[in-house]
């Protein structure tokens, strides 16, 4: 995709979602693109692969939880993947402290050099999986906030973020559509693991017929140790 035609389609659906972009944030949004399509040749990062398509299922997509996130927070991606929503959060937001976590090296290797050619300071990215990170002192309850875009069902993606996040801060749960059912079934996780959700989002992707839900989950009271379990067991024997 030509550069201008870019910059015109990425601030128009920006607009939409009331968030006006610099040239400085549509040049490291152009840049995020190319590394992408290039590097998914070599490595599966992503099936949305036409440049209209990353614009709105991944750039705006990640964008439309921005408002959930104050100034110079600290933010942990949980499955980061190729860098949704963190580091279209990062450019636009660029006082907020980010943690990109992944468990596959390969995708990191991918992250660094966006974040190199970006310029993109105050953000790290952390090689582990969820269940080992968040038993891990150093990370434990030490966020703001805890963000992931379709990782797993809510009940088990709870016991992934709850853990990493202080009293106080919050879990932003980007889901699809029909959410209500596994809204219901993840309430005793989410309080068992110190959690309340506050508020629930529904809404349609900008130039799309693409329903969306963010979820928010406030942290009310600390996780209790034995949380996170140990790798792979929160998917095999989600709390019900």
């Not at 963190?86 to 992250?111: C, H, M, Q, T, W």
């Not at 038993?135 to 709870?158: C, G, H, M, P, W």
């Not at 996780?189 to 969306?212: H, T």
């Amino acid at each position: 995709m030509e550069k201008e035609k870019f910059f015109y389609e990425l601030e128009n659906q920006a607009s939409k979602i009331d968030i006006n972009l610099t040239q400085n944030h549509l040049n490291k949004f152009y840049n995020y693109m190319n590394l992408l399509i290039d590097w998914n040749t070599k490595i599966n990062l992503t099936a949305i692969t036409e440049p209209e398509e990353i614009i709105k299922k991944h750039f705006i997509d990640s964008l439309t939880i921005s408002k959930y996130i104050e100034n110079n927070s600290k933010l942990i991606d949980v499955g980061t993947g190729a860098g949704f929503p963190g580091i279209p959060i990062k450019i636009y937001k660029e006082d907020v402290k980010v943690s990109l976590l992944d468990a596959l090296n390969k995708r990191l290797n991918f992250l660094n050099e966006v974040i190199e050619e970006n310029k993109l300071e105050n953000i790290e990215t952390l090689h582990f999986r969820a269940e080992e990170i968040g038993r891990n002192k150093k990370f434990r309850e030490k966020y703001d906030i805890a963000t992931s875009r379709a990782v797993a069902q809510l009940n088990i993606l709870a016991e992934y973020l709850l853990p990493l996040v202080k009293i106080g801060g919050k879990c932003i749960c980007m889901k699809g559509s029909n959410i209500q059912e596994e809204i219901e079934l993840s309430k005793k996780a989410i309080n068992l693991l110190g959690g309340e959700i506050e508020k629930v989002e529904e809404f349609i992707l900008p130039y799309s017929d693409i329903n969306r839900s963010i979820i928010i989950i406030r942290k009310v009271n600390k996780t209790p140790e034995k949380y996170p379990r140990k790798p792979g067991t929160p998917a095999k024997e989600p709390i019900v």
